[in-house]
C-alpha cells in the first residue's frame, strides 16, 4: 500500500508545458495553473504568438506550505525537462556561454492579484552568459543594463535585499559622472554599475551573486512561491475575500525584449473601454521598452489607436500609425481573444524586434458602469445570453452606481481609515451631537455627524447630517445599519479617531480637528479625507434597467425594502422594491414632537397614565402608515410592533437629562432614579420585543389601532385594500406569540365593530433567537408568516454582540475562526442550520407559511443565495440595497437552475 | 358525526359516589377526583367510617373555565342521583321538613392547598329545615348556631359579602345583651342573630338569603370551582409549582357533628410526629366542636394520646383517657391506614355521639428532618425498598437541613419580600459596600451586603457577610449564584427596596434603614425582616448519610461541585463531592493582593507590558491551585481559562477609579479613557471567553503554565497524580478551540522538557452556545470534554439576559409563557434539544468524550433528571447543593429504570 502511494505520489504532475511541441493546459485548468498560467496555454492552443515556457501548479504552492517550505522532490526532474523544452522550441540553451536562454519567473494565482506577488525577469544572465547575450543582440548596452535590472531584482526579491541600496548606488553613479537620464548610460557604465552592484550585494547579503542559472532559477521560484504570504498578499486577499488555501502557480517562460531596439515596444490593451465599456480597442503602449517601464511611469506611454490618440489629444503616434502591421496582427488578436472568451480582455503584449509576443490575457478590470454595458452589449451582439450577462455582473458593485462617489482624480490627504460601513462618498463639516447636526442642516449646512457610537437618539441626526463617522462599532453597529438604510455614506469603528466631545475636537494622532472644520468619508473604503473633495453623481443608465429587467426574469425571492418613513419607501419603489419586509415602528417613535409623549408614556407609572401618553402618540403613529400605505400602493407591508427597550427612548447625558425633565415638567432626580431602574446589563438580552407587548399589552394595542385605523382611513380615501402583515418580535414561544395575536385580533374586532368593515391583516413572528428557530413547528401554528431576523439570530447563535465585535473581528478573520464577518454574510453552518430547521419545521405544520429574512443579510449576496436555497419567498433590506438584491437573487436562480 | 359527539359527551361521567351503596373511586384516581375525594373513595373500600357522598371530578372544573364558569348541563342529572344516594343510605332527605339531609361542599385539588380553596358546610339548612333539625337533634341552640353559620359562610364564598359584617352583628348583639362568649347565647339568641343575618345580607346584596337548598347546593359548587382562580390560590400555585389547569374536585359529602354534645368531638391526628419522625401516634382534638374550632384557636386543643400529653405537660385530659375506646378504634384506623398508604397520614375525623368518622387521610406534611427519620424507619420496618426511601424525599428540601433556618416559633416583622436566592437564614447589619463589609466582619461584626446587584468586585465583600440582599436581579444573577455557591442566604430583585448609596440608605415604602441597622433575611423564603430573629442551626442525622448512602447506590451520573477556594472544596467533599466541575479561574483575580496585578495587566498597552503583569499573577495563581489540588486528592478538577469580559476587573464609581490610579501609579484620566474604550453594549456577548484567550494569548499561557507547574509541585511534594482538566470556554467552533489547546499544549510541552516528566491533562470546552451545540461533532473531534454551561446556553437560546430577566419574569410565568424559570429548571424544548443534539453529535465523532454540566441547573432536581435521561457523565453545582444533586441523580435513575 505504501509503495503504491509512494508511486501514486511519483506520478503527480506538478509542471505543465506551453507553447513548445506541447501545450498541456487551458483556460478551464485556472485552479491548478492560475490564471495566468491556464490563459497563457489558451493562448497557445489558438495558435497565437506566446513565447514558449511552463506552468507550475498550484498544487506545488499548496504542497510547498504543507511541507514547511520544501519543494516537492519529483518537482526536480519534471522543472528540467520542461526547460529542456523551451530550449528545444526556441534553439537556445540555459546557461550557455553561446547561446543562452532567459527566462522570466512570474507569479499567477486563481484570481489576478496584481502587484502582489513576485516576479523576476531576465533569469539566467551571469557574467559570462551576459556577453553571450551582448553579441547575439549585439547591444552591449542592452545586455547589461538587462543584467543590472536582473541583480536588483532578484537580490530585492530572492535574497531580500532593498531596492534602494541599489538605487543609491545608481544616482551616485549618474552624479559622478554627470548624468541625468538612465539613457545616458553606455554599455561601459552598465557594467561598472554590475560589479557596484555585485559587490554591494557581497556586503550586504554576505554571499556573491549566485552565477549557477539553476540556483537562480530555484531560487526565483522558491521565492515566487514565498511571496504568496508576504503581507500585502494576505491584506489583499483578506480585502478580496481570497481563500488563503488557493496559493500560487509559477510560469516559467523564455524572455522577449521591448527594450531590444525601436523596432520593439511593450504595451497593454483591452479590447473595450473599461471605464465606460464603449467598444473600443483601447490601449497604451512604449517603444523600446520593458513592463517595468510603463508601470514606473517615467516615459508618457502611447496610445494604441488613432481614434483614442485623437480622443486623448495626444501628439504622440499611435501603435496603428507606427506599425501598421503590428497594429493589425494585436488588433485581430485582440478580437479573436474576446469572442474566444466571450469578455472584454486585458491583454499584455511585448513586440520584439518588429514581431508581436502576447504575454497575458485575462477577464479585464472594468467599472461597474462599464460592466453593465459591456454585459448587454454582450447580449446584443449575440456573444452571451441574457443569463451569462446576468450572471457577470458582480452584486456588491452596483452600489458604486447608486451613491456619490469620489471623482478618481481627485487628490486625497487620507488621514485615517475605519470601517466601509455604508457606501457613497459626503464631505460635510464636523459635528458632535444630533441636535447641532440637525441644526445646520436646516439652515443648509452639509454637516458629518461625527460619534463615537451613534443610539436611536441619535436618529434625526444622522437623517440631517450628509455621512456619519464613528469610531466604534462594526459593519452593523446601529450607525451603520441606520445609515446604509438611509443611503447616507457611513464610516465606522475608525479607531484611531478619538473624540472629545467635551471640548468639540476629534483627534487622529498629531492632528486634531474642531466642530466645524471640513472633512470627506468615503464610505465605499472606509477612508477619511481632510477637507472637501470633488464627487461624481451616481447615474443610472438605461443599460442598468435593461439588466435589471432580465434579472427579474430569472428570480424567484420577492425582492422587499426596510423602510418606515415616505421617503424611504419612495427610495425603494424606485430602486424595484416589491413591498415593504420590515417597518421599524420605534424609528417612528423618535421624530420631534412624539419622543416626549414617548417618554411620558415610558415614565408613567401606572398603565392608566402609560394610556393617556398613547392616546397622544395613536393620531401620530397613524399618520406615519398612513403615509407607508399611500406610497406602497397596495404592495405588502409588513410593520413590526415596538422591539427595542424603553430605555433607548431615555436622555443619557446630565444635559439632555435636564432638558426632558423640564420640557416634562418633572424633577431630575426622579427622571434619573427611573432611567437608573431601567438601564440594563445586557440590552440586547433584556425587555424589549414580544416582552414589552406582552408586560405592557397597552403599547401594542396602541399600534395595533394606529394600522387598522390607518388602513380604513386609506381605504375611505382612494379605494385601496392595504394588507399590513403585523410582525411580533423576539417571539420565544408558541404562546408569546399567540398572547400577542389576540390582542391584535381583539383591536381588529373593535375596528371592524365601529367601523362595519372586514380587515385584511395577517399576523406573524420575527425567527431570531434560537429557541425560536427550534420550536418553530409549534410558533408556526400562530404565525401566518416568519420573518427571519437574522442579526439578532447571529448575536444569540454565536453569543455575539455585534456592537462589541469590533475587538476581535479581526483576530477571529486572520486566524480562520470566521471565513467572513457573520453579520455581513450569513454564517451557513450554524444560523443557516437553525434556518433550514426552522423553514422545514415551519412548513410541516402551515405549509402555507410565508417565509422571508429581514436581517442586514437580505442584501448580501451570497447570504441571498442561502434564501434562494432554502426557497424562501422573500428577502428585504436597506432601500439603496434593492437592486443588489433583485441581480443576487437572479443569480442564486440561475446557479441553482445549473447545478 | 355530530351525533355521536353529543352522545359522547352525554356519558362522560362527572361524579363518583363513595360510602354508599357503591363506592365508585379509589387512590388511583386522584389526577381525576383530587387528593380528598379519591382517600375518601379509598378509605370506604377498606370499609373504614366515612360519611356518604360524592365527588364532581377535576375535569368539570376544567370544563367550567373553558366554558366561561358554566357548568356541563349534564352534570344536573348525576348530582341529583347522588343526592339520592346519599339519602338513601342516611335515612334523611335534602331539604326536607322532617329529617333533612345536610352536606358540606369542600375543595379538592389532585395536590393538597390547604385553606386556598373555599368550603361550604351545614348546606341544606333553612328557616324550615333548621326547625327540623332543631327537634331531630333536640338542641335548638345547636340547630339555629349552625344555621348562622352556614349563612354567614355561604354570603361569603358564594355571594361575596365580607365576613366582618355578620361579625360585627355578633359582637354588637354580644355588647348589647352584656354576653362575653359565643357560648353565653341560647337558642333564641342565635335565632335572633339569623334574623339579622338575613336583613343585613338582604341590604348588603340585595336579595334574601336562598331558601331552596338547590340554589344553595349549585351555588355552593359554583363557588368552590370559582375558587380556583382567585388570588391567594393563584399565588400558591405559582409558589408550589402547581399548574393552572389541574382544577380542583369539589366534594359533597353527608355532614357529621363534632358540637353535637360532650360525646362529640372533632380532630386532627398524625400516625407520625411530623416536626422529627419519631412513632408515636400524634394529634389533637377539642370535644363539642366543629373543625373550624380548632383553626380558629380560641379553645386549647387536647391531646389525643396519654404520652403526647405527658410529654407537652398538659393537664386537659387526652381522647386516650376520656374515649378509650373511640381512642383504640381511631388509633387502629390509623395504623391501617398507614401501612394501608405505606406512609405517614394526616387524618381527619369526628366524633359525633360517641361514633367515630373519617372526614379525611393524606400523606402528611413532615419537615425535612422527618422525612428522612420516617423513610429510613420505613425501610428497617420493612414497610418499603430501599429505592421508595429514596424516591420519597423531596430533594430540595435537603436544603433545610444544610443551613440555619429561622426558627419556627420566633415573631417576626416581615418589612419586604424578594426571590429567595439562596437558602438559609442571616441577621446582620446592613452593609452597602464590600469594602466596608470586609472591614466589618474582620472585626467581628456579623453584615448583610445590601447592594443594587452585586458584581465580581463585590465577591470579597460577599465572603465577609452573613448573607447578600439586592435589589435587583433574578434568581441566577451574580448575587444568587455566587452567594449558592458559597452558601450565604441570599434574597435577589426585592424590587420594593430602595436603596440610596450616597446617603447609605435603605428605604422601604415608608420605611428607612441606615448602614449598621440590623435585619435578617431568609433566602428560603424571601423574606426580609426587621431586626434579629432566633435561629436554628442545621444538624445532620444519622439518618440522613444513611439516605444518601442508599441514593448512592442507585445513582449513575457522578456528582461534582462548582469551586475555586480551598474553603469550598472542602465543603463539597464534606458534602460527597466527586470532584470539581467548574472552577472559575477569574474569582482568584479578584483577591486582594492580585487584584492590582490584573488591572496592570489589562491597562498595559502592549504585549510585553501585559506578559509583565501576568508573571506577577502566575505565582499567586499557581499556589491557588495547589491549595485545591491538595483538597481534592487525585479527584478530577476541571478549571475554566479566564471568562469574563476585561472591564469586569476595571473600577467603576470615581472613588474606586481614583483609588486604582493611584495605586497603579497612573493619571486619572488616563484610567477613565480605558475604562471607556473596553466597556460594552452587551458584556454578555462581548469580548470574554476564548475570544480573550484568542485575542491575548499570554493570559491562557500563564493560566496553564500555573496549572500544570502546580501539577509538577503536589507532584513532587506528596506523589499525588493530579489530572486536571483544562476547560476553554465560549467556544463556537472547533478552530477556536483548536487554537488555544494548541496554546496549552506548547505550555505543557515547555513545562515536561523543563521537569523532565510527562503531565497527565485533558483540554475540553463548554458547549454554552447555541452554535457550538449545532458544531458539537466537529468541536468534539478536538475535545476530551464537554462541559454544558447552561446559564449562558439559556441566555444564549432564550435571548434572555439573567440579569434583566427580572423584569418580565413573573408576567411570564403567570400567563403561562414560562411553566418555571428557565434559569432555574433547565427548559428541556429548547435549551435540551440543543443540548441534545449536542450529545449525539460529540459522541458520534468522539465516543470517549466526557459529558457533564456545570451550569446552575446542575443541582436542580428536574434538570438532573434530564442529565440522567440524556446519559451525561456528571453534574457539577454549588458544594451546598451536592446532597441534592446525589438524591435527585438516584430519583432519576429509579425513575428512568421503571419507565
Not at 537580490?155 to 548624468?179: A, M, P, R, T
Not at 483627534?507 to 466645524?516: E, P, R, S, V, Y
Not at 365601529?754 to 409549534?778: C, F, W
Amino acid at each position: 500500500m505504501l509503495k503504491i502511494m509512494k508511486d501514486f505520489k511519483k506520478m503527480t504532475k506538478w509542471v505543465y508545458n506551453f507553447g513548445g511541441k506541447n501545450t498541456e493546459g487551458n483556460t478551464s485548468m485556472r485552479n491548478l495553473l492560475g490564471g495566468k498560467g491556464a490563459n497563457l496555454a489558451e493562448m497557445c492552443s489558438l495558435k497565437l504568438p506566446v513565447p514558449p515556457g511552463f506552468t507550475i501548479t498550484t498544487e506545488v504552492c499548496t504542497s510547498y506550505y504543507e511541507n514547511n517550505s520544501n519543494l516537492p522532490d519529483e518537482l526536480d526532474d519534471q522543472v528540467n525537462s520542461a526547460i529542456k523544452e523551451i530550449e528545444d522550441t526556441v534553439g537556445s540553451k540555459f546557461g550557455s556561454d553561446q547561446n543562452p536562454l532567459l527566462v522570466s519567473v512570474r507569479s499567477g494565482a486563481r484570481s489576478s492579484m496584481p502587484g502582489m506577488l513576485d516576479t523576476v525577469l531576465n533569469l539566467g544572465l551571469n557574467d559570462i552568459t551576459v556577453e553571450a547575450l551582448a553579441k547575439k543582440s549585439g547591444d552591449a548596452r542592452f545586455a547589461y543594463d538587462s543584467y543590472r535590472r536582473f541583480i536588483q531584482m532578484y537580490s530585492n526579491v530572492v535574497l531580500g535585499v532593498e531596492h534602494h541600496i541599489f538605487e543609491d548606488i545608481l544616482e551616485d553613479y549618474k552624479i559622478d559622472n554627470n548624468y541625468t537620464l538612465d539613457t545616458d548610460l553606455n554599455s561601459g557604465d552598465w557594467k561598472n554599475i554590475v560589479s557596484h552592484y555585485k559587490e554591494e550585494l557581497l556586503k550586504e547579503y554576505g554571499n556573491p551573486f549566485p552565477q549557477d542559472v539553476n540556483i537562480q532559477l530555484w531560487g526565483s521560484i522558491s521565492a515566487v512561491f514565498g511571496s504568496w504570504q508576504n503581507n500585502r498578499a494576505k491584506t489583499y486577499r483578506k480585502l478580496n475575500d481570497i481563500p488563503d488555501h488557493w496559493g500560487t502557480a509559477v510560469n516559467v517562460q523564455a524572455m522577449v525584449y521591448g527594450n531590444l531596439d525601436d523596432n520593439s515596444a511593450t504595451g497593454v490593451a483591452f479590447t473595450r473601454n473599461p471605464s465606460n465599456g464603449n467598444k473600443e480597442f483601447y490601449g497604451e503602449f512604449l517603444v523600446n521598452a520593458q513592463g517595468e517601464d510603463v508601470v514606473a511611469g517615467i516615459r508618457t506611454p502611447q496610445n494604441i489607436s488613432e481614434l483614442s490618440r485623437i480622443e486623448s489629444g495626444s501628439e504622440d503616434m499611435s501603435l496603428e500609425k507606427l506599425m501598421p502591421d503590428v497594429f493589425k496582427e494585436l488588433k485581430k488578436v485582440a478580437d479573436n481573444l474576446e469572442s474566444h472568451y466571450r469578455d472584454m480582455q486585458d491583454i499584455e503584449f511585448t513586440i520584439q524586434e518588429g514581431r508581436l509576443w502576447m504575454l497575458q490575457t485575462r477577464s479585464g478590470k472594468r467599472t461597474t458602469k462599464a460592466a453593465i454595458k459591456i454585459a448587454v452589449d454582450f447580449v446584443k451582439e449575440g456573444l452571451i445570453s441574457q443569463e451569462e450577462a446576468v450572471s457577470r455582473i458582480n452584486p456588491n458593485e452596483l452600489d458604486q452606481l447608486l451613491h456619490p462617489t469620489i471623482d478618481k482624480d481627485a487628490d486625497l490627504n487620507v488621514i485615517a481609515t475605519g470601517l466601509p460601513a455604508s457606501p457613497g462618498a459626503a464631505s460635510g463639516q464636523i459635528v458632535f451631537n444630533a441636535d447641532e447636526a440637525e441644526k445646520l442642516a436646516s439652515d443648509g449646512k452639509k454637516v458629518i455627524l461625527t460619534r463615537i457610537e451613534t443610539s436611536p437618539e441619535d436618529i434625526h441626526g444622522m437623517h440631517a447630517a450628509v455621512g456619519i463617522l464613528t469610531t466604534r462599532g462594526g459593519m452593523t453597529s446601529h450607525a451603520a445599519v441606520v445609515a446604509r438604510g438611509m443611503g447616507r455614506p457611513c464610516i465606522s469603528g475608525a479607531g484611531a479617531l478619538r473624540i472629545d466631545y467635551e471640548n468639540n475636537m476629534l483627534i487622529i494622532g498629531k492632528l486634531t480637528f474642531m466642530a466645524g472644520d471640513i472633512i470627506t468619508i468615503d464610505g465605499s473604503s472606509g477612508q477619511i479625507i481632510s477637507g472637501e473633495v470633488k464627487m461624481k453623481d451616481p447615474e443610472l443608465s438605461g443599460d442598468f434597467s435593461q439588466l435589471m429587467k432580465w434579472a427579474d426574469g430569472f428570480r424567484k425571492l420577492r425582492v422587499r425594502a426596510n423602510a418606515e418613513t415616505k421617503i424611504d419607501a419612495e427610495v425603494a419603489r424606485s430602486f424595484g422594491a416589491e413591498g415593504i419586509g420590515l417597518c421599524r415602528t420605534e424609528h417612528m417613535f423618535f421624530e420631534e414632537g412624539r419622543i416626549n409623549a414617548v417618554r411620558e408614556m415610558i415614565l408613567a407609572d401606572s398603565e392608566e397614565g402609560r394610556k393617556k401618553a398613547l392616546l397622544k402618540i395613536l393620531p401620530m403613529q397613524k399618520k406615519d402608515f398612513i403615509d407607508l400605505f399611500d406610497v406602497m400602493d397596495e404592495l405588502p407591508v409588513t410593520i413590526r410592533l415596538l422591539d427595542p427597550p424603553l430605555h433607548e427612548f431615555l436622555p443619557h447625558t446630565q444635559k439632555d437629562i435636564d432638558a426632558v425633565a423640564t420640557a416634562l415638567g418633572i424633577n431630575t432626580s426622579s427622571l434619573k432614579i427611573r432611567i437608573d431602574e431601567l438601564s440594563e446589563s445586557n440590552p440586547m438580552l433584556g425587555h424589549r420585543g414580544c416582552r414589552l407587548a406582552i408586560t405592557y399589552p397597552e403599547i401594542p394595542e396602541m399600534q395595533a389601532r394606529a394600522i387598522f385605523e390607518a388602513c380604513v382611513e386609506i381605504n375611505k380615501k382612494s379605494g385601496k385594500r392595504v394588507q399590513p402583515e403585523i410582525m411580533v418580535p423576539l417571539v420565544a414561544s408558541r404562546r408569546e406569540l399567540e398572547i400577542v395575536k389576540n390582542l391584535i385580533d381583539k383591536v381588529a374586532k373593535e375596528i371592524e365593530n365601529e367601523h362595519k368593515l372586514k380587515l385584511d391583516y395577517t399576523v406573524g413572528t420575527m425567527i431570531e433567537l434560537p429557541r425560536a428557530a427550534l420550536k418553530s413547528s409549534e410558533i408556526a401554528e400562530v404565525a401566518d408568516f416568519f420573518s427571519f431576523g437574522t442579526n439578532d439570530l447571529t448575536q444569540t447563535t454565536y453569543g455575539i454582540s455585534r456592537d462589541d465585535s469590533s475587538r476581535f473581528l479581526d483576530t477571529y478573520i486572520s486566524n480562520g475562526i470566521f471565513e467572513r464577518d457573520p453579520f455581513v454574510s450569513i454564517d451557513r453552518e450554524g444560523v443557516g442550520e437553525l434556518i433550514e430547521i426552522a423553514v422545514e419545521r415551519g412548513r410541516s405544520k402551515n405549509n402555507s407559511i410565508k417565509l422571508g429574512i429581514c436581517g442586514e443579510h437580505g442584501g448580501d449576496p451570497s447570504s441571498i443565495e442561502f434564501c434562494a436555497e432554502i426557497e424562501l419567498n422573500y428577502v428585504s433590506c436597506s432601500p439603496y440595497r434593492v437592486p443588489v438584491a433583485r441581480l443576487s437573487a437572479a443569480q442564486a436562480e440561475i446557479k441553482i437552475k445549473n447545478k
